[in-house]
């Protein structure tokens, strides 16, 4: 609009011909385009992925390094995520046939597996690894059915020495015993024996084979442990510092589950998936309701877990969270947990993750345990916060390039300060010094994905009002000192007597001087503005910068200030140009009174930013202070009250702007 504006005030008010108004409109308009944004983003998060890959984390998506430095609510598989997923047999077997032992139980629970093929999982390696696989070998094995996560149980058909065919299955107690014949009799028992292990943290694996009669008879139930690893509970304490809740997702027995929590400090609050929703009866995923998050999104909150899930109710609870305005995060290793992990924001499988698990995963850990999660959600935010730098210094940039030459145009015409020339009716610049300035800024930008960051204490979301209000000051601080040094420099053709420039004892300049002198104060000011907005709400030296963005910086300014010294006397686009240091008398020493000029002006534009950030915290002018304490408005689109997600243990801080996420 701006551009536009430009084209017909100068079409109307100074005469310009139809090729002069386009060309000047043209070139503002290309020159303030970001076109290197992609690019920088790109480049900053595929280094940013280089730098997970040395914390051993692949990712898959670039875009979900973004998201994961959003995340603050971390959903976690038990077995193999929080566990070591390295079960250990124990001496305790209880039996409800005659005849029958440890070792036979031990017999049984491998011939429901491939007991002369590689293990398929940690409980077939711990079965399988116990079991006398000789006497196996005695049978033949006629038909297997691998573990379903929703029948939660294996089954093989075998063959004995003397022709006889049966059954034989192993898996979850409650499962199998709904097999027996005599399961009523046994309930009791089985659920005591059950309850009495959970107490304990210990797991049980039920085993039951088919007889002469045809039907199912409990054989015994083994025991077994799945400890936690060394770090999952100095990794949950760090995710909630962090400003990140952990919530187990689990499959096993709610007893099971209760113990583990409350082994890794976690909420014991364990629920049952009785009060989740059902999975539409259609199957598919578009047919899921959008009020889940309203509907049982307290019941979900509330929940340190849920056990006893399937697959499907894994895929709601994400979805309830996601509709309650959280972005999640989902961790797993198995094939049911595919499909949570493709509907969270970000799906991590851990380290042994089946194929499709990583299929379905934007990250992938090649290392055991969670902590690595926790070290790839402090690469991702500093990842965010070299974007924001980014971004917010692109669009003052933006913004003062533009506003510098559209008040230039209408406020401070060079014939109104005794300039005859018609070529120089209005100010501006060769298209070559516009160029100049688009390819050193995007040059220099390329270096901010090495930057030094500091990663926030809290989850980080775009906060797009906030962005740009701080552009618009560092712009406005920027814009101003360059039209104030402009009109100083249009003042001094006019009347050098009684100039600013006299006044300073600097020598009067040519009209081709002041094209370069603002040239150098524009290129100049939009470094330094780079150095402004990378810190964030501090000033300017409390972050030191990476050596590349200095270095890059500093060869930038370099060329920046040789072209404008040293310039040859030309008309480039009919515009009268003349290097700085080419005039006469000691008009060769301004490049050192622009960076003089600018570098006072650069601590005054850092006084305001830091002004700005304080109005803004303590105003919550853009709900700056509550989207940093953790505080935002949910997505579910029948939401009326703002939800509030504020990991425990987290004090707030407005440091930087947190992003709804969840990761299990």
Known sequence: VLCITCFGYLMGKYKTSFRDAIEFTVVLLVVSIPIAIEIVVTTTLALGSKELSIKKVIVTRLSAIEMMSAVNMLCSDKTGTLTLNKMEIQEQCYTFEPNQDRESVLVYAALAAKWREPPRDALDTMVLGAANLDTCDKYTQLEFVPFDPKTKRTEATLRDSNGFEFKVTKGAPNIVVALCYNQDEIHDRIQAIIEELGSRGVRCLSVARTMEDGEWHMLGILTFLDPPRPDTKETIRRSKEYGVDVKMITGDHQLIAREMARMLNMDTNILTPDGLPQFPASGNPKDIPRTLGDDYGDMVLAAGGFAHVFPEHKYLIVETLRQRGFTCAMTGDGVNDSPALKRADVGVAVHGATDAARAAADMVLTEPGLSVVVDAMLIARGVFQRMLSFLTYRVAATLQL??????????????????????????????????????????????????????????????????????SVLAAVACASSLMLLWVALDCLKDYPNSWFHGLGIDPMSQGQVVSLIYLKISISDFLTLFSARTDKNWFWVHR??????????????????????WPDSSPDSIQTLGLAKGSGNTNLLPIWVWIYCLVWWLIQDFFKVMAYKVLERYDLFQYRSIAAGHWQPHSPNATTPTTTVASNVPPTADHEPTATSAH
């Open 545 to 566: 910068p990476s050596a590349v963005l200095v270095v890059g910086a500093c060869a930038s300014l370099a060329i920046s200030s040789i072209v404008a010294s040293f």
């Open 402 to 471: 533009v506003f510098f030459f559209f008040i230039g145009v209408f406020a401070l015409p060079p014939r109104d300060y005794g300039v005859t020339d018609d070529n120089f009716q209005f100010f501006h610049i060769p298209v070559l010094m516009f160029m100049l300035i688009t390819l050193l800024n995007d040059g220099t930008l390329m270096c901010i994905g090495y930057d030094n960051v500091t990663p926030s204490l809290r989850p980080q979301r775009w906060n797009l009002p906030v962005l740009f209000f701080m552009s």
